[in-house]
């Protein structure tokens, strides 16, 4: 498959069953019945939301970024895209995306990491891996800290080069962008709606996003 796959969607809005908006910088917990179609949607542009899925009757079965990149034979997600768990089973399937491309390469921002690529004091800013930790938490799941694997960025461009260098680039996502995934099996999906200021992830500016549900053909 080619590393940008644009296919709008059909579904209205008004029709969604479930609809919330994730504030910049928060964290997201909530599962997604097999059939459900569930679309993120980066409101103002240029945000990365840092994303895992579980499946919902085994919470070792989860998003496996090296099942899926070795699956397709690309290290982009764009329609087409199957998420596979680290047991092999297809958890979702990106049934259409306006923005084109998503890392799933760059894993998620850590205060220890901050600390490490930007500066000491950058220690105490709000990261990623603390939004999944505490979302974690608050869902009654026996999920913990050691249940954060590899995760998904949606609408982040980590391009690689010719000499396999990773880079994190300017943003390719614009206000209004969209992803869409059809769940191929009950799945749990935590987001963590990236809170970084240290690089282009989120235009040093994180914004809102909105998620929305539906109600597949096949439910
Ligand atoms: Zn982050």
């Known amino acids: 498959m080619s590393g ?7 579904l209205d809005p008004a029709g ?4 919330e908006i994730i ?5 997201w917990i909530h599962p997604i019945n097999q059939g459900q179609i569930l679309r993120i949607v980066d409101l103002e542009g240029n945000q990365a939301v840092d994303t895992l899925f579980y499946n919902a009757h085994d919470y070792e079965d989860r998003y496996d970024f090296q099942n899926t990149i070795r699956n397709q034979g690309n290290i982009y997600l764009t329609t087409g895209s199957r998420l596979i768990s680290s047991k092999g089973n297809e958890l979702l399937t990106i049934v259409a995306d306006t923005c084109g491309r998503h890392d799933t390469l760059g894993g998620a921002c850590a205060t220890e990491s901050n600390q490490v690529r930007y500066a000491i004091e950058k220690g105490h800013m709000h990261a990623c ?15 913990a800290k050691r249940d954060i694997p590899n995760n998904i960025n949606f609408f982040m461009n980590v391009p690689v080069t010719p000499e396999g260098g990773l880079t994190f680039a300017d943003g390719i996502s614009e206000p209004g962008k969209y992803v869409e995934m059809l769940a191929n099996r009950d799945v749990l999906c935590l987001i963590s709606n990236c809170p970084q200021l240290n690089n282009p992830c989120n235009a040093y500016n994180p914004t809102p996003v909105l998620v929305l549900i539906w109600d597949g053909p096949n439910v």
């Open 4 to 10: 940008i796959n644009l296919v709008t969607s059909a």
């Open 23 to 27: 504030a910049a910088g928060d964290s």
């Open 129 to 143: 891996r603390q939004s999944f930790l505490a979302a974690l938490l608050s869902f009654d799941g026996g999920l």
């Open 16 to 19: 969604a069953i479930y609809s």
